[in-house]
């Protein structure tokens, strides 16, 4: 009778364990290393491993970060976003599980895109695997970031790098 029930403690730990290990193939790469960030909604865990490239003298807004292109927001593999619950990413509806993250950007404004596509080296984006796309706000920086950063803190989604800072809502979905 009670193997069933450490049969389920024991499944329920391993599908935690491998969220917060991550699904990201890493590479090593000093001149962007692998990073992450998290954040806890309502006892829910969202995380965001990616490449942190640094701008090293080169043009970021429109150069490294390209206009009309879809970008893979960081460098190496696919940055990953993996959620335990249903969340709100802006008004984009966002099922649990692990999903990839690129940037639409162009000099009127900014998009996530969140694509079901997984596993992938960061160039290779398949568009009708996009699960939606959804503005972000945009903030000129006084000064500028020299290496990209990604941060989820307090219900907000946030990518900076060069003068940019592009901010998103995230919430569980109800």
């Known amino acids: 009778m009670t193997t069933l029930p450490r049969f389920s403690l024991t499944v329920l730990a391993l599908g935690t364990l491998c969220l917060t290990a991550g699904v990201r193939k890493v590479t090593p790469n000093p001149q962007s290393p692998s990073t992450s960030t998290d954040m806890k909604l309502d006892g829910h865990d969202v ?3 990616y490449s942190a490239p640094s701008a090293r003298g080169r043009k970021v807004e429109g150069g490294l970060i390209p206009y009309g292109r879809i970008w893979r927001a960081g460098a190496d593999s696919a940055t ?3 959620n335990d619950a249903d969340i709100m990413i802006g008004d984009l509806r966002v099922p649990k599980g692990v999903h990839t ?3 639409a ?3 009127n404004g ?3 895109v969140v694509n079901n596509q997984t596993g992938q080296w960061g160039t290779e984006y398949n568009e009708s695997q996009d699960l939606g796309r959804v503005p ?3 903030t000129k920086l006084s000064e500028p970031v020299e ?3 990604i941060t989820l803190s307090n219900g907000i989604l946030s990518l900076e790098w060069g003068h940019t800072k592009a901010t998103v809502p995230v919430k569980l979905a109800s």
Do not use: D
């Open 47 to 49: 995380l965001i491993e």
């Open 147 to 149: 290496t990209f950063k």
């Open 105 to 107: 950007a162009s000099e």
């Open 136 to 138: 972000l706000k945009l």
């Open 80 to 82: 990953t976003l993996s």
């Open 110 to 112: 900014w998009k996530l």
């Open 101 to 103: 993250l690129y940037v």
